[in-house]
T-cell receptor
Framework: AQSVTQPDIHITVSEGASLELRCNYS??????LFWYVQSPGQGLQLLLK??????LVQGIKGFEAEFKRSQSSFNLRKPSVHWSDAAEYFC???????????FGAGTRLFVKA | EPEVTQTPSHQVTQMGQEVILRCVPI?????FYWYRQILGQKVEFLVS????????KSEIFDDQFSVERPDGSNFTLKIRSTKLEDSAMYFC??????????FGSGTRLTVV
């Protein structure tokens, strides 16, 4: 069965520091992988996606993610975090005929001054 | 930037009542979805809709739920007889092809 694991429930980083949010997936074929961000009380915004090709994908707001097939991982990174990046981040995998998306449990990012 | 619009933003209803949550997907998108997020929990798939029919649904999407695209622009989720455990944020999403979804801002449903 398809699944997504985000091992960190929450992470705190200092403003200006680098960030890496971990994501591991389980899927039988080459997955479609996504990262979404959700600010409190808001909807989900797509940060970036991976379907095929270059395993390092660039997204909005300065985020990038790297697909590593051997590790079944799709970690999200940002070189320098801003206070406005504080939010919940969801890793997701696209699966099934209806292309439903399965979400991880999310990682809440706190940014300290 | 095109948006998915959901109305209302917040709905309070009494247990046992019917509710209809409304969504206007992006006009040239072909696939439509409903997800829900119970407070503090993960986002859960409910149903996908393509070519005027349900293409996939989850175990959550039982006989109390239905979806409709009545007029080519709106996409609705109906819950026939709400239960307390239906309280959640409901997200509509649409996509055109094999891209990521565009999500609406959600409808917070509170069943009392």
């Amino acid at each position: 069965a398809q699944s997504v694991t985000q091992p960190d429930i929450h992470i705190t980083v200092s403003e200006g520091a680098s960030l890496e949010l971990r994501c591991n997936y389980s899927y039988g074929a080459t997955p479609y992988l996504f990262w979404y961000v959700q600010s409190p009380g808001q909807g989900l915004q797509l940060l970036l996606k991976y379907f095929s090709g270059d395993t390092l994908v660039q997204g909005i707001k300065g985020f990038e993610a790297e697909f590593k097939r051997s590790q079944s991982s799709f970690n999200l990174r940002k070189p320098s975090v801003h206070w406005s990046d504080a939010a919940e981040y969801f890793c997701a995998v696209g699966a099934g005929g209806g292309f439903k998306t399965i979400f991880g449990a999310g990682t809440r990012l706190f940014v300290k001054a | 930037e095109p948006e998915v619009t959901q109305t209302p933003s917040h709905q309070v209803t009494q247990m046992g009542q019917e509710v209809i949550l409304r969504c206007v997907p992006i006009s040239n998108h072909l696939y439509f979805y409903w997800y829900r997020q119970i407070l503090g929990q993960k986002v859960e798939f409910l149903v996908s809709f393509y070519n005027n029919e349900i293409s996939e649904k989850s175990e959550i999407f039982d006989d109390q739920f239905s979806v409709e695209r009545p007029d080519g622009s709106n996409f609705t989720l109906k819950i026939r007889s709400t239960k307390l455990e239906d309280s959640a944020m409901y997200f509509c999403a649409s996509r055109r092809d094999e891209g990521g979804y565009t999500f609406g801002s959600g409808t917070r449903l509170t069943v009392v």
